[in-house]
């Protein structure tokens, strides 16, 4: 997937992020959404906002979750973060 834009999802203001998404999907793009650990409940809201407000004919193409490892906590131990990628593009 060379050259699609990706949105990271993070501390933000939700409509940052639904803006970024929106402008790319418009142009007839794919856009990747990405998020980890606490951000990814934010990361849904801004696909689902984008499909019913703002894109109507955006669709979920794909949906990847997994677990990053190699955090060091307070313990010594590595701790492990659940990441989620959620790629859009839009109906043809």
Not at 14 to 19: K, S
Not at 41 to 54: I, L, T
């Amino acid at each position: 997937m060379a050259n699609v834009p990706t949105v990271y999802v993070g501390r933000k203001p939700l409509m940052n992020y639904v803006v970024a998404t929106t402008m790319p999907l418009l142009e007839g793009k794919r856009v990747i959404i990405k998020a980890r650990g606490r951000a990814i409940s934010r990361a849904v809201d801004v696909v689902e906002v984008v499909r019913r407000r703002f894109v109507q004919d955006a669709i979920i193409e794909s949906i990847a979750i997994g677990t990053e490892e190699g955090r060091m906590g307070a313990d010594g131990r590595a701790r492990s973060v659940s990441t989620i990628d959620i790629t859009l593009t839009k109906r043809t």
